[in-house]
């Protein structure tokens, strides 16, 4: 029998991920890249990425070969909202997928996009709605609530403390639980007052279900459009995200 591209890349034992992307508020431009080069460079990843979800996902058929969805692709919401949404028939085949097993990782302002559609907001859990807001860009230190979750141990013993020291990002306060959904946040960060924000701990990283799929949000994750890359070029931002789509699209994470 006559193995096709994907069916060989599957039995070497590659990851293959979609990016979709085309359309944010922050860099697409450059995170969507980046992503797929951070990934496959590890060996265990075949990523592609799409610019124009509504074309890609109106193939149900063809989203079978993916184990994962990377989302980088924002709406906006209230003032901010530009659109475009997705087509009635790739949003119906997006979620389809997901209740069947394709699993998805949010990266940052993801959480921003398509207000009112329940079932993505149901996936993300925690959404940038009426009342969220960050402070200034600033270094922050990230901390681990669960230590023994899989994206968690293994890599906080490689790090001072056990944490995520001065990372450089926008710090995302007053997220919204969406419609009593369940999720688990496996980091947090401390939103300080004088960095503009709430004077609490929020939530930097969480994990869930989704029908049969896992999904990872990493709400960490700014890059402006021509701003600085300092978060993305962090070894520790890197490696988070790394380990949390390997999680969410194999339940196992590669400790090397």
């Not at 990934?39 to 610019?51: A, H, N």
């Not at 996902?57 to 949404?85: A, C, H, M, V, W």
């Not at 009426?130 to 023994?148: C, I, N, Q, R, W």
Request: proline share 3%; glycine share 8%; net charge negative.
């Amino acid at each position: 029998m006559r193995l096709n591209k994907y069916e060989k890349e599957y039995i070497v034992g590659k990851i293959r991920v979609l990016i979709l992307t085309g359309v944010n508020n922050h860099d697409w431009k450059r995170t969507a890249p980046f992503c797929k080069d951070l990934l496959e460079k590890t060996g265990r990843f075949d990523v592609e990425i799409s610019d124009d979800p509504s074309t890609t996902l109106s193939s149900r058929k063809n989203l079978n070969q993916y184990q994962l969805f990377l989302l980088d692709y924002n709406t906006g919401f209230g003032d901010l909202y530009t659109g475009p949404e997705w087509s009635e028939i790739a949003r119906k085949n997006f979620i389809d997928a997901v209740k069947l097993g394709v699993n998805v990782c949010v990266l940052h302002s993801a959480n921003n996009s398509f207000p009112g559609w329940v079932e993505y907001e149901e996936i993300c859990a925690l959404m940038w709605r009426e009342g969220s807001s960050h402070g200034k860009y600033h270094a922050f230190e990230v901390e681990f609530t669960d230590l023994d979750h899989p994206i968690v141990n293994g890599f906080i013993q490689t790090l001072p403390d056990g944490k995520m020291k001065a990372h450089p990002d926008e710090l995302y306060h007053q997220l919204k639980h969406m419609h009593d959904t369940d999720y688990h946040v496996i980091a947090q960060a401390f939103s300080t007052i004088e960095s503009g924000g709430t004077g609490q701990y929020e939530p930097m990283a969480l994990v869930k279900t989704y029908g049969q799929a896992r999904i990872y949000h990493n709400i960490l994750g700014h890059l402006g459009k021509g701003g600085s890359t300092d978060t993305y070029d962090n070894v520790d931002f890197q490696t988070l995200l790394i380990r949390g789509c390997e999680w969410a699209a194999t339940g196992t994470v590669t400790n090397s």
